[in-house]
């Protein structure tokens, strides 16, 4: 396995620190409550977002679920924005009015978030087959939980998108969990990979919980994408720290297992990066010292968005239907 260039490693781990801190600040001061949004936390598996967007490298564009935030940061980066709009203020993403479920950034390819499970699986066929005629070699990466494989929507989406040959990645950041029912007590078979290996699909898989790995796999599934003009689906283990919705732990749940905690916190995606980085040579002073940089820009991002206005009644009535620019 090549070594990945110093400057792509150290970005994965700024865009995983950025993802995490941005988080560690919503547990510190959630309970405020100035952030008038539901949280569903993605902490603990950044590597998903951050690896695939990081493949993508800007030529590409993304759907996800609720749990957007790892996502939304990872392919938009802009966490003024962000914190605008979990505070529900007009410096927002949407001006304050979408809250942390439905974050987009357009221009960046973030094409939006959807608080309805599986809602994003069409869409992003919608937007791949746009690609497939106005932009060759543009993909489009759809993520959503282990839950949504559950849904009609998942398997016709499939269906299609091999039919037609679109250029989609199908990103399944399996966590074992839907809401906080277990795999093998929904479903009536044991390998989801070796039920879509059946279609006109690439498939990959990884359990890692490694960023430069799911990168690795990002960039194979979008050569593969291109070559062989078929979707893929990545099916990417991993495991959330905190409670399916909210900003706290759960794990003397009766749904959670000690044990698989304590594995999935013993690779923590960041702190193997982290690791690795000073391995291959970085100094530690160096990364604290990126880690200061984005920690002081993120806590003025949080009050900027304290001191920006809330939006006022008239924007109700404005990005409901189509307007013209």
Same mark, same amino acid.
Request: proline share 4%; hydrophobic share 40%.
């Given at each position: 396995?090549?070594?990945?260039? !110093?400057?792509?490693?150290?970005?994965?781990?700024?865009?995983?620190?950025?993802?995490?801190?941005?988080?560690?600040?919503?547990?510190?001061?959630?309970?405020?409550?100035?952030?008038?949004?539901?949280?569903?936390?993605?902490?603990?598996?950044?590597?998903?977002?951050?690896?695939?967007?990081?493949?993508?490298?800007?030529?590409?564009?993304?759907?996800?679920?609720?749990?957007?935030?790892?996502?939304?940061?990872?392919?938009?980066?802009?966490?003024?924005?962000?914190?605008?709009?979990?505070?529900?203020?007009?410096?927002?993403?949407?001006?304050?009015?979408?809250?942390?479920?439905?974050?987009?950034?357009?221009? %960046?390819?973030?094409?939006?978030?959807?608080?309805?499970?599986?809602?994003?699986?069409?869409?992003?066929?919608?937007?791949?087959?746009?690609?497939?005629?106005?932009?060759?070699?543009?993909?489009?990466?759809?993520?959503?939980?282990?839950?949504?494989?559950?849904?009609?929507?998942?398997?016709?989406?499939?269906?299609?998108?091999?039919?037609?040959?679109?250029?989609?990645?199908?990103?399944?950041?399996?966590?074992?969990?839907?809401?906080?029912?277990?795999?093998?007590?929904?479903?009536?078979?044991?390998?989801?990979?070796?039920?879509?290996?059946?279609?006109?699909?690439?498939?990959?898989?990884?359990?890692?919980?490694?960023?430069?790995?799911?990168?690795?796999?990002?960039?194979?599934?979008?050569?593969?994408?291109?070559?062989?003009?078929?979707?893929?689906?990545?099916?990417?283990?991993?495991?959330?720290?905190?409670?399916?919705?909210?900003?706290?732990?759960?794990?003397?749940?009766?749904?959670? %297992?000690?044990?698989?905690?304590?594995?999935? %916190?013993?690779?923590?995606?960041?702190?193997?990066?982290?690791?690795?980085?000073?391995?291959?040579?970085?100094?530690?002073?160096?990364?604290?010292?990126?880690?200061?940089?984005?920690?002081?820009?993120?806590?003025?991002?949080?009050?900027?968005?304290?001191?920006?206005?809330?939006?006022?009644?008239?924007?109700?009535? !404005?990005?409901?239907?189509?307007?013209?620019?």
């Amino acid at each position: 396995m090549t070594t990945l260039p !110093r400057e792509v490693s150290l970005g994965l781990y700024r865009t995983l620190y950025l993802a995490r801190y941005c988080e560690e600040v919503i547990v510190r001061i959630y309970l405020d409550d100035e952030m008038k949004t539901p949280m569903h936390m993605s902490m603990g598996q950044e590597a998903v977002s951050v690896g695939i967007c990081g493949a993508l490298a800007g030529n590409g564009d993304v759907i996800t679920s609720y749990r957007s935030h790892a996502t939304y940061l990872a392919q938009a980066g802009d966490h003024r924005r962000f914190f605008g709009e979990l505070h529900g203020r007009t410096n927002g993403t949407a001006d304050g009015k979408s809250g942390s479920m439905h974050l987009a950034d357009i221009p %960046k390819g973030m094409l939006g978030a959807s608080g309805i499970v599986g809602a994003g699986i069409p869409m992003a066929l919608g937007a791949a087959f746009a690609n497939q005629q106005q932009a060759p070699g543009r993909v489009v990466a759809v993520f959503f939980g282990d839950g949504a494989v559950d849904e009609g929507v998942f398997w016709e989406s499939l269906n299609i998108a091999c039919a037609m040959g679109l250029p989609v990645m199908f990103v399944c950041e399996d966590n074992d969990l839907a809401v906080h029912t277990r795999v093998t007590d929904r479903r009536g078979y044991a390998s989801l990979a070796e039920i879509v290996r059946r279609y006109n699909c690439v498939v990959l898989e990884d359990e890692s919980n490694d960023v430069e790995a799911i990168y690795r796999l990002g960039r194979s599934a979008i050569e593969q994408i291109l070559s062989q003009k078929c979707p893929a689906f990545l099916n990417i283990r991993t495991y959330r720290y905190l409670e399916h919705c909210g900003t706290g732990p759960d794990t003397d749940a009766p749904y959670r %297992k000690p044990a698989e905690d304590a594995f999935w %916190k013993g690779r923590d995606c960041v702190a193997m990066q982290r690791n690795r980085l000073i391995s291959a040579g970085v100094s530690e002073a160096d990364i604290i010292k990126l880690e200061r940089a984005i920690d002081a820009d993120v806590e003025a991002s949080v009050k900027i968005a304290k001191q920006s206005p809330h939006p006022d009644k008239a924007s109700l009535y !404005r990005g409901v239907f189509y307007e013209t620019p």
